[in-house]
């Protein structure tokens, strides 16, 4: 029985589709810009000065209570991303006082104005102290 497609044709759609996966481990990094930096490592939470995860970043991956950010970063941080295996409480003042709100594993937030503390005010430059403990879920 003859094939319906021809060995080589199959091989080469087939070699067409596999060079449109990415490939990290081939990929130059003095090729990529850092803005397209995408998912930071498993289990590490990034938090951002700007919005869209820009700016200066600021990076843990291990658990970590942070009860008073330094000045440079205090009111601040515009937006997060919680990386698999990690959830962060994050509070409004130091200590871990004022409003709190938790963010999930796996978490890509954009910005913090789209999360409201009140009618007011949202998550935006706010946070003065958070922990980051293990586990995906708050
Ligand atoms: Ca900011």
Known sequence: MKPKYAPWLILAVAAALLSLLPSPQTTNAAMVPSLVQAY???GCVDLYQD???GGERLRYC???NVASLSAHWNDRI???YVGYGRHIWVF???GYRGARRCFPGNTYVNSLRAFRIDWRKT?????SSFQIHNGNNC
């Open 123 to 127: 998550w935006n430059d706010i946070i």
């Open 92 to 94: 409004t003042e130091s």
């Open 62 to 64: 291990r658990p970590v």
């Open 51 to 53: 919005d869209n995860h």
């Open 78 to 80: 515009s937006s997060i």
């Open 40 to 42: 930071p490592p498993r």
